[in-house]
């Protein structure tokens, strides 16, 4: 009788021919070695080494992946407790079939209590494919047991399927893994260029980490550098290696280097500009954009300072008229002269390109004096007329 697939597995894993390999992960920027992926090899006794994609689709067909799954989440946690002072975390791959195993987060639990390893040195990795076909509230519910343990998820190959924004931005997750289809033609290609871009400044919107997988080139490096990519992972740096080695490149890169990695001086767009609006933030309250012939405006930025609240984008006169309903008769004139969209239209048909103006508005009995620059431009291709305003509280009493 034809033994049962999943049967050889485990005697492979009982044997040890199945083993955990392990690819370590660097820090984009100091190039220090801070993390790993496990991933499962095949070593069979003649010394050919099978690839996962040999055997992982016949395994996922059913949940008999959960037990290879468990035994390299197990192997991680044994590597993790081996590095002792020394260790990084390591994510291990969890098939779409975990998501409905009952108790997940417990069996994590128990697992990493065992090894004495904190959650935060354990990755879930769950590709963006498998969290697709399963329903939203189930997986919701499953990503946020794990996240209340205190252990981080990566959702793997992120940009290779079809997951909507939605999904990642309600999701407790802290590592978008960048499937490395996105670096191919050697992140030369303009719009393969664009694409990348988008992805990083939504990742970097939503605060999510970011890690890029297979890069294989110094080209691809520097991109990602400059994309302020947090993680890379790559045979430019190692292929997946045994356990005895990777305990040796770990133990090695976690001595103490100096702190040499100037961020200044690797700075690309994406850092300057966050650098520069951290700055912005730290002088102003409200940073605001709007279209004045369009009477559309967008709020980039409101500190928790300010008791008036606008939605984060809408009508440019609903504000106005908020605003004018919180001011005494007299700062309502004085809003309406200078800032209402018409007086700021009419002062850039006169030539001004800009309007500074102190207002005082009476919010929850407490009197907020707000000191507003405003610069009105053209719009770059259309003919409109552009304002990017910024307001500092200046005073803040009782009324
Ligand atoms: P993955 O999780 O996306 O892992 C990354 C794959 O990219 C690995 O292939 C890795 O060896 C490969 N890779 C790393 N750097 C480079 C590079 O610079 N260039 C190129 N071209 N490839 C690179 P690997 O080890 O063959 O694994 C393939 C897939 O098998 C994994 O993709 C993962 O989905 C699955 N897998 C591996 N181990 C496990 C496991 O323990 N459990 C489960 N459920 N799946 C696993
Ligand atoms: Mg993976
Ligand atoms: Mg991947």
């Known amino acids: 009788m034809k033994t049962a697939f999943i049967d050889k597995v485990v005697n492979a894993i009982e044997t040890h021919e199945i083993k955990a390999y392990y690819q370590p992960q660097y820090d984009a920027n100091s190039g220090r070695l801070v993390s790993a992926e496990a991933l499962v090899r095949w070593e069979k006794p003649n010394g050919e080494i099978i690839s996962p994609d ?3 689709p016949r395994l996922e067909k059913t949940d008999d992946i959960n037990l290879l799954d468990w035994f390299m989440a197990e192997e991680a946690c044994r590597t993790i407790h081996e590095l002792g002072s020394k260790a990084v975390p390591i994510a291990v791959n969890f098939s779409r079939w975990h998501v ?20 935060e040195y354990f990755e879930v990795e769950i590709t963006e494919s498998a969290l697709a076909i399963e329903d939203f509230s189930v997986i919701e519910q499953w990503a946020y047991m794990i996240a209340d343990i205190g252990v981080n998820i990566a959702i793997d190959d992120f940009g ?13 997750v802290s590592f978008l893994k960048i499937d490395k289809a996105f670096l191919k033609d050697n992140c030369q290609d303009d719009r393969g260029r664009g694409t990348l871009e988008t992805v990083f400044y939504f990742a970097n919107r939503l605060n999510l980490r970011t890690i890029a997988e297979g890069v294989e080139t110094l080209e691809q490096l520097k991109f990602l550098q400059c994309m302020d990519c947090d993680r890379v992972q790559g045979y430019l740096f190692s292929k997946p290696v045994r356990k005895e080695d990777f305990i040796v490149m770990t133990m090695m890169d976690a001595a103490p280097t ?8 690797k ?5 300057s500009q966050n ?25 980039m930025y409101m500190s928790d300072n300010i008791f008036f609240k606008a939605p984060t ?6 504000i106005t008229d908020a605003a004018i309903a919180l001011s005494s008769k007299e700062q309502a004139r004085k809003y309406d002269k200078f800032l209402s969209r018409r007086a700021l239209i009419e002062a850039y ?9 102190e207002l005082d508005e009476k919010v929850n009995g407490m009197i907020q004096k707000l000191h507003t620059v405003i610069h009105l431009m053209e719009h770059p291709y259309k003919d409109d007329v552009l304002m990017v305003g910024v307001s500092r509280l200046i005073e803040n009493k009782e009324a």
Do not use: H, W
Not at 110 to 118: F, I, M, Q
Not at 163 to 168: E, I, K, R
Not at 258 to 265: F, L, N, P, Q, R
């Open 54 to 56: 040999k055997f992982i």
């Open 100 to 119: 409905k195993e009952r108790d997940f987060y417990r069996k994590l639990e128990t697992l990493l209590n065992t090894y004495d390893v904190k959650p």
């Open 160 to 172: 290779e399927g079809f997951t909507s924004l939605q999904f990642v931005k309600d999701m407790p």
């Open 258 to 265: 100096v702190e040499d990695d100037d961020y200044i001086k």
């Open 267 to 271: 700075q690309g767009s994406f850092t």
């Open 275 to 299: 650098l520069f609006l951290k700055a912005i933030k730290e002088e102003y309250d409200i940073i605001i954009f709007g279209n004045l012939y369009k009477n559309s405006y967008y709020v």
């Open 313 to 318: 984008a809408g009508v440019i006169d609903d």
């Open 349 to 357: 048909i006169k030539g001004e390109r800009r309007v500074e103006v």
